[in-house]
């Protein structure tokens, strides 16, 4: 293949703690390269890893969006809890469609979207505010065991 260049490579991976050692392909094109291609077996196995790895940091990024919504209900920097409980339910939302989390993103992204318009807001959640947010953050503690 005359768009292809073949390089012997050694690279260490140190996210998923391992290391790939093998030929890569670097296909280029108009704008430099493309495309770097691995071995399918090593691809599976570091997603396999990354996937598993992900899964078990998901009862800790719970615990979290709980601790922030306890902050929030009990009016300790509501403010600041509101943004914190944002970011975790936005990064929650892309990691987890990401990680093959499809129905977790989708109910994180709902977290997201009931806390957004109550960012900037002064003083204590309305009742109707607190019950949705408080659903949402429920229905993530459903997804997560598998009820829904």
Known sequence: ???????PFHHSMALAGITAVGFCRFKTGACG?????????????????QRADY?????ERLAQIDLLWC???DD?????????????????AGSGATFGFAALGDTARALEQAVVPLLGTAGALT???TREVGAAVEALHRCLSGES
């Open 127 to 129: 009742p109707a505010a």
């Open 71 to 73: 902050r929030v209900r």
């Open 76 to 92: 300790e920097a509501p403010a600041q809890a509101l943004a914190d409980l944002e970011r975790c339910a936005h990064n929650l």
């Open 55 to 59: 899964r078990r940091s998901l009862p």
């Open 33 to 49: 390269v493309v495309a770097m291609t691995l071995p399918a077996s090593t691809f599976t196995d570091f997603l396999a890893t």
């Open 1 to 7: 293949m005359n768009d292809a260049l073949h390089f």
